[in-house]
């Protein structure tokens, strides 16, 4: 189940891992409250030329094909996650970059070639307020306007992370029908400061930012749609099943970082008159933590083949990204909170990294839908299909 | 619950409830509703406590001649679930429900008098020096020491995860005043002044960004003679038996309050979504679960309560209490959590939710600040791991 292993890709992770090394000092007491630094995302282009391993030549950029494509994306996902680095990827490079490439518009090429130079950053503004995880649950509309301004963009979006630092913004919205109709969908790409837009920044419970944007009468035209008008739910879920496979991805870097964490802790710290790891009950949740983290990270590496075959069905894709997101939110809650509990007081600090990497994870828990949510869908899945 | 009320009981109830209807101020419950942490902030939670003092029930567990409140485990109870249910922010127990019992059952008179007035009427404010950064549930372990010099008594050292020491006029410290023998026959049970020479405190921001914890380090600190409660070396024992005070409280009362807080954020966070309707289904069906633990853990500390109250031994009753009421209350907040969805993301001060067009849902920004302070019940008062420790030397013994 392990996926093959690539040169090109090993490479491309250790130099992004020393980059970030120069960069992140894991050591630094961040206050959960301190304002974020800003991401090094143009860095990622010009000292590394990183942005374009996710996408194929085809694209203007670097990877042979779809899977190498994938392997990039993943292991970088990965690298990230193990420096807890605020860089946007998964939402600018995964979620954007991937419906830019699939929208083959004028517009959308010309984005995604600044994208992978490092000059585009793009977030992904899809969920509401309220919203539960179902992709068509999009109360955004579009109304008509006139002349330029074909539509006017109407309604609010939440948590759209790192939207202070973006230059664009890809956002759903709905044309027809109502919240939770999968027809009537549209995906528009808009530059972060198009008039109408306003926004509300705030941390997040990682330490990366996020905002509350609403959209007041932002003016929509038909150059600024990446998918066929009124036909978007396809690409909307195709971009929601990506994001939480990269985030999969994230998450095995974080957990391994908790992991090791606690296992060096344990065999450090001296209670009783010997280290805490003489204690069995402790040996055996580290033995846990363990079997969750192997369990999730041969899935999501199983997932991320499949997830590049082109024959691959949408439903296929689904429960395949669902369950890789299941193993991979037991391992996150299962690490996680042992981790912090294995390391008593200290683990409950800003101290440490540790409750940084905690946050982290339980923030990929709950982004790309929660374990719950996937749960219920592979429910509804495997009772639609025959 | 209520069926199983007699009519004093029930009567007692209501008189709690009509004080509670007149005192507890809006600003007051705000604090409450707003408390993600262990307890309120020292402001609001003295507020409260001074209210209480005022109708003579802030110390009610005390013996009467000290100033507490003859009730019945029962009538106890009542009033912790009617404080709960009420919002009442939670008060600090470091002097009420920890130092005081410390002081009735060990100190003079003297010590006594100089100390229990303050904490009944809210004008003295304490915190705990147990651990350090060396000695966490190997408390025997502790190394701040304190030597004799002519009157006084000098203390060296640190204490960590001092709970609200920055709010804090007193403490109550553990240190070491022999190394002979085994760890335990050389500590000592001290009580002075915050505002002594020698004492600085160093703020520890948690996992929520909250401040609650500190590291208090002592440099050549003198305090008098007759800090020293009870005899020299004698401190383990008075250390075991406030422990046994620590975590000898009821959960279920405040659980009651929050479960019902949970069920309220489900409803509201599922209003209108039909499309969501079976991952509603599943969150009810786990907080019905919870329910029913909760519904357990209360009949076991009820009949808990009336056994102590007809002279039984506390044994192991405190440990369990204290597994059973903090993992029930870390799972009520993961679910709390889960239900907040999205709305658990940002990370902003609560009293902020509401300040700006673009509002955030308060009970999200809530729900994840719980859920993170909650992670620190399985470590305080003796890890979760040590009180299962506990009990099972105390079922394999003998
Ligand atoms: C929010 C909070 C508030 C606190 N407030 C105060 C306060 O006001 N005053 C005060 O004095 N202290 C306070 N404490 C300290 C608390 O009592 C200690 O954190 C606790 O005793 C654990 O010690 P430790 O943190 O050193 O963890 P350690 O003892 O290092 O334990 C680390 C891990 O190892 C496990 N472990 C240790 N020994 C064993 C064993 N024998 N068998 C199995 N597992 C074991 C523990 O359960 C834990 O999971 C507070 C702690 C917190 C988190």
């Not at chain 2, 489900?266 to 919870?290: I, K, M, T, V």
């Amino acid at each position: 189940m392990t996926a093959p292993r690539d040169d090109a890709t090993d490479a491309l992770r250790d130099s992004l891992a020393r980059w970030l090394a120069d960069r992140i000092d894991l050591n630094h007491h961040a206050r959960a409250d301190a304002p974020p630094a800003g991401p090094a995302w143009a860095g990622l282009a010009s000292d590394l030329g990183l942005l374009g391993a996710g996408f194929t030549e085809g694209a203007g950029g670097l990877a042979a094909d779809a899977a190498e494509a994938w392997r990039n994306h993943l292991a970088i996902c990965e690298t990230l996650g193990e420096w807890l680095s605020a860089e946007p990827y998964i939402g600018s490079a995964v979620v954007g970059g991937g419906l830019l490439q699939r929208a083959g518009t004028a517009t959308a090429q010309a984005v995604l070639a600044e994208l992978i130079d490092g000059r585009a950053l793009l977030a992904w503004a899809h969920a509401e307020p309220g919203a539960r995880g179902d992709p068509a649950d999009v109360s955004a509309a579009l109304l008509p306007g006139e002349g330029r301004a074909e539509w006017l963009l109407h309604g609010r979006k939440t948590a759209v992370v790192a939207a202070p630092w973006a230059t664009h913004l890809v956002v759903s919205a709905r044309r027809a029908g109502q919240a939770g109709d999968a027809a009537g969908l549209d995906l528009i790409l808009l530059p972060l400061n198009a008039a109408g837009i306003s926004r509300r920044d705030t941390r997040t419970l990682d330490c990366g930012v996020a905002s509350e944007i609403a959209f007041d009468g932002v003016a929509v035209a038909q150059a600024d749609l990446l998918a066929p008008a009124g036909q978007a739910g396809p690409a909307i879920a195709r971009a929601l099943d990506e994001a939480a496979l990269a985030l999969c991805a994230e998450s095995l870097g974080t957990t391994r970082r908790l992991f090791d964490a606690t296992r060096s802790h344990l065999r450090e710290r001296q209670q009783f008159g010997q280290p805490l790891a003489a204690f069995q009950v402790l040996q055996h949740r580290l033995a846990d933590m363990h079997i969750a983290r192997e369990l999730a990270a041969a899935l999501v590496a199983a997932v991320g083949v499949q997830i590049a075959d082109a024959t691959l069905t949408p439903e296929a894709r689904a429960l395949a990204v669902s369950s890789a997101k299941v193993a991979v939110g037991k391992a996150c809650q299962r690490v996680g909170e042992q981790a912090v509990q294995m390391h008593g007081g200290m683990g409950v600090t800003e101290e440490l990294a540790v409750g940084r990497f905690f946050r982290r994870a339980l923030q990929i828990e709950r982004s790309a839908g929660s374990s719950g949510q996937h749960l219920l869908r592979i429910v509804s899945l495997q009772h639609s299909s025959p | 619950m209520q069926d199983l009320l007699t009519p004093e009981e029930q009567a007692f109830r209501d008189e709690v409830r009509a004080f509670l209807a007149e005192h507890l101020t809006p600003a007051l419950r705000e604090a409450g509703r707003r408390c993600s942490g262990i307890f309120a902030e020292y402001p609001q939670g003295n507020d409260w406590h001074r209210v209480l003092a005022g109708r003579g029930w802030s110390v009610p567990q005390w013996p009467v001649a000290f100033g507490g409140c003859d009730w019945t485990p029962m009538q106890h109870y009542l009033f912790a679930a009617e404080l709960a249910a009420a919002d009442a922010p939670p008060r600090a127990p470091m002097g009420p429900g920890m130092v005081a019992p410390v002081l009735i059952a060990f100190g003079t008179p003297a010590q006594q008098q100089r100390w229990l007035p303050g904490i009944r009427d809210g004008s003295d404010y304490w915190c705990q020096g147990y651990s350090e950064p060396g000695s966490g549930s190997d408390l025997a372990s502790l190394q701040c020491k304190a030597r004799r010099d002519g009157d006084h008594w000098v203390i060296d050292g640190t204490k960590i995860w001092t709970t609200h020491a920055q709010f804090a006029n007193r403490m109550f410290c553990l240190v070491r005043t022999s190394s002979a023998g085994k760890p335990q026959t050389g500590i000592s049970f001290l009580c002075f002044d915050i505002a002594t020479p020698g004492i600085t405190i160093r703020p520890i921001h948690s996992l929520s960004g909250d401040h609650e914890l500190n590291q208090v380090f002592f440099d050549n600190v003198r305090v008098p003679l007759d800090s020293l409660i009870g005899q020299e070396n004698q401190g383990w024992t008075i250390a075991k038996y406030l422990l046994q005070h620590e975590r000898g409280g009821a959960y279920s009362p405040s659980l009651r309050g929050r479960w019902r807080r949970v069920a309220q954020a489900l409803d509201a966070a599922f209003s209108g979504h039909r499309a969501a309707a079976p991952e509603a289904q599943q969150l009810r069906l786990e907080l019905a679960d919870l329910h029913c633990q909760l519904d357990a853990l209360q009949a076991l500390e009820l009949r808990t309560l009336r056994a102590q109250a007809a002279g039984a031994e506390r044994g192991i009753s405190p440990s369990m209490g204290k597994l059973l009421g903090t993992e029930l209350k870390q799972a009520l907040t993961a679910l709390h959590v889960r239900i907040a969805g999205n709305a658990a993301v940002p990370h902003a001060p609560l009293h902020q939710a509401g300040a700006h067009a673009l509002a955030l849902s308060e009970d999200g920004l809530f729900a994840i600040s719980s859920y993170l302070n909650d992670r620190a019940a399985s470590i305080y008062a003796g890890t979760n791991e040590v009180q299962r420790n506990i009990i099972a030397a105390h079922l394999l013994a003998g």
